[in-house]
């Protein structure tokens, strides 16, 4: 398990990775005996948020202590809050998709008990941070590639949401069907998008992509609420064309390196047109 | 030659070679029906790059050349009809709608316009209906007749003739109805004819199938007339 692996990784993400290669690497107290279990990123896994009950109590504790040296590899007796581990607490969480904040494995925080507060804290502050990675200009970028590790689909779910409601808002007649038509533009959009580059022959994980076309589109919703607020047609187009010239800046380079470099005006040309349907939505509704 | 539905990755380059593995004479031919739901066994209909697709676009423009499966035959793509029917969906609602609030404007300039959602479903059905089925329809009645008929080969046709109504849309946003007619005829005529020769080219004189070159540019016809009647009215 490399980091240079490009190999597209299939519903996981290189937390994931990273989380495990620390985990070999820190070692079993056990020794060579222990066998890793047969499937170790499931409780671990962020990315869909399955009900993942049978095997919340299952997790691998990392210093297994000596009383239970081979149940790593099966269940653990199913008692809910073992007081008999070690401190190492439940990782999975069947709440979602909610990680453990990358804090490795030392002393996890236990996510089933801790304060809604906190949990809300962290999405909210692995949103911002996302944002802040996608959208913003950053000169010292790196790989494109390898940006948004940490993808989650809060963060696009909110976007969209917040948009189809913003132009709903403001159009005078048939609310609910521009809702619809927005909702189901942008989220199918975006699933077509990625199929798209894949598709060509681009290499790109199909959850990160989604999540990264719903981050870009916080400009166009920064561009709705000042259109909704101001209702001037000139400054209307002048506000969508500046925050869709943004948008698409902000998608370009994840998009460009998926594919091969021949194909990139074919990989970006969709993306194109859906963020110029948007604004134009955005722009006509009045 | 490339087939439908799609091997799951056995062909490279899209060609499907003739000896089918065989282990034994009451062995089943191999399930063509496996890489269905795998998005990569679809690849083979999207090879292309950028500067073909652009080739291609623009030899749609030009309706007497005849040329066009010779220029597909190696490597016809899925992905002109995909993208120009949804630039075409988005061209229409988004310019039938300027165009009646410029003709609403016209008329009376204190009239109330708003902005009509359906026209986007409307665009949609009509589009990709006509353009998934009607291929659909020839591919059939082209095989029924015992003439030879590929099916990815008339969906790539029939995407890259709807191209001309792409840059076509744009005059039709003046408000003159006589204008708009006439342009609507042009390029309506255009793609018929587009669409009309290619297929008389590809099926290589046989007189009984003029009927299906003239139900072809029909059709077109019929399709440009509806669009300008629905959308430009």
């Known amino acids: 398990m490399s980091h240079n692996d490009t190999t597209p990784l299939y519903q996981s993400s290189q937390s994931d990775i990273d989380e495990i290669e620390n985990m070999m690497n820190d070692g079993f107290q056990s020794g060579p005996g222990t066998v890793l279990p047969a499937r170790p990123p499931s409780p671990i896994r962020p990315s869909i948020p399955v009900s993942s009950s049978p095997f919340v109590q299952s997790n691998l504790p990392p210093l297994p202590p000596s009383s239970s040296s081979s149940s ?127 598709l060509l022959g681009g290499h790109i994980i199909f959850f990160q992509s989604l999540s990264l076309l719903g981050y870009c589109l916080f400009p166009l919703d920064v561009g709705a609420v000042i259109c909704m607020l101001k209702d001037n047609v000139i400054l209307k187009m002048i506000v969508v064309c500046v925050t869709l010239a943004w948008s698409s800046w902000a998608a370009y380079p994840f998009m460009s390196a998926a594919v091969n470099p021949r194909r990139k005006a074919l990989a970006l040309y969709p993306v194109f047109l859906m963020y110029v349907s948007v604004g134009f939505l955005i722009i006509a509704i009045d | 030659m490339q087939i439908f539905p799609p091997n799951q990755g056995n062909n490279a380059r899209g060609y499907q070679t003739l000896e089918t593995p065989i282990e034994g004479p009451e062995q089943q031919p191999p399930n063509n029906w496996k890489g269905f739901f795998n998005v990569y066994s679809y690849t083979q209909y999207f090879d292309v790059d950028t500067d073909v697709v652009l080739n291609r676009l623009m030899s749609s423009l030009y309706p ?170």
Do not use: H
């Open chain 1, 72 to 198: 790593s590899a099966q269940k653990v007796t199913p008692v809910p809050v073992p007081p008999s581990l070690p401190p190492a607490g439940n990782f999975g969480s069947s709440e979602g998709p909610k990680t453990i904040g990358g804090s490795g494995f030392g002393s996890p925080p236990n996510t089933l008990t801790e304060p809604v507060w906190d949990t809300v804290k962290r999405d909210l502050s692995r949103i911002v941070s996302n944002l802040k990675l996608v959208v913003f200009p950053n000169p010292y970028r790196e790989d494109p590639g390898k940006a948004l590790r940490d993808w989650d689909l809060w963060g696009p779910f909110f976007f969209i949401v917040f948009l189809g409601l913003t132009l709903s808002w403001s159009a005078s007649v048939k609310k609910s069907e521009v809702f619809a038509v927005a909702f189901a533009l942008l989220a199918a959009g975006a699933v077509i998008l990625t199929l798209n580059v894949l």
């Open chain 2, 64 to 233: 007497t050349s005849g040329d066009f499966f010779n220029k597909i035959d190696a490597n016809p793509d899925l992905y002109g009809l995909v993208w120009i029917c949804t630039t075409l969906v988005f061209v229409f609602a988004s310019l039938g709608n300027c165009a009646t609030y410029l003709v609403k404007k016209r008329t009376d300039s204190n009239a109330r316009w708003d902005f009509d959602v359906n026209y986007i479903n409307l665009a949609a059905s009509i589009i990709y209906g006509y353009a998934i089925i009607v291929p659909l329809a020839f591919y059939f009645s082209l095989r029924y007749m015992g003439s030879k008929a590929d099916l990815l080969r008339f969906w790539c046709l029939w995407g890259y003739s709807l191209f001309i109504f792409v840059p076509a849309s744009l005059p039709l946003l003046i408000p003159v109805e006589f204008l708009r007619w006439v342009i609507i005829l042009l390029a309506g005529s255009a793609s018929s004819c587009f669409v009309a020769l290619n297929l008389r080219s590809y099926l290589e004189t046989n007189n009984d199938l003029t009927v299906v070159m003239a139900a072809a540019f029909g059709l077109q016809m019929i399709l440009s007339i509806f669009i300008k009647v629905w959308f430009f009215p």
